[in-house]
């Protein structure tokens, strides 16, 4: 099923508003967010337009939480954060995914709850595709 508004869901413009996508992983795709002000920052969005983590059996919540496993592994591979944020909202986007934010002693918001999109820092599209390819390296 896929939500007809949903970014995650249609891709294209929808997603490229805040994302790019990186790849497919087992039940989700991984998805660069274009503001960098935590270097590495990404989200994981399940497959299917569910809203809840209840909506989905305990299989695929145990799949989806692999797949959230593997992509903070490769953030930690690539950026050498210092602590990774987890992030499950969905107030105004009602399908199921997780912001992985990497923090950094020596950048803002250490010690404190990370904004939604501080709207501070973007790159060039050839710095996105380095990024991505690091990211990719690291899976």
């Known amino acids: 099923m896929k939500g007809e508004n949903c970014g995650y869901c249609q891709g294209g413009e929808l997603l490229a508003k805040f994302g ?3 790849c497919d992983l087992d039940v989700s795709q991984l998805i660069l967010f274009k503001e960098q002000s935590k270097p590495g920052r990404c989200i994981v969005a399940y ?3 569910v809203s809840e983590i209840v909506d989905i059996s305990e299989e695929e919540r145990n799949r ?8 903070a592994k490769a953030i930690h591979r690539a950026f050498s954060p210092d602590k990774l944020n987890y992030g499950a909202y969905g107030d105004t986007s009602c399908h199921l995914h997780m912001h992985l934010v990497p923090k950094y002693k020596d950048g803002d918001e250490w010690g404190g709850t ?3 999109n501080p709207d501070k820092v973007y790159l060039s599209d050839d710095e996105y595709a380095e990024m991505i390819e690091k990211i990719r390296k690291c899976l």
């Open 47 to 49: 497959k299917d337009h």
């Open 114 to 116: 990370f904004q939604m």
């Open 64 to 71: 989806f939480f692999a797949d959230v496993t593997r992509a």
């Open 20 to 22: 790019i996508k990186i």
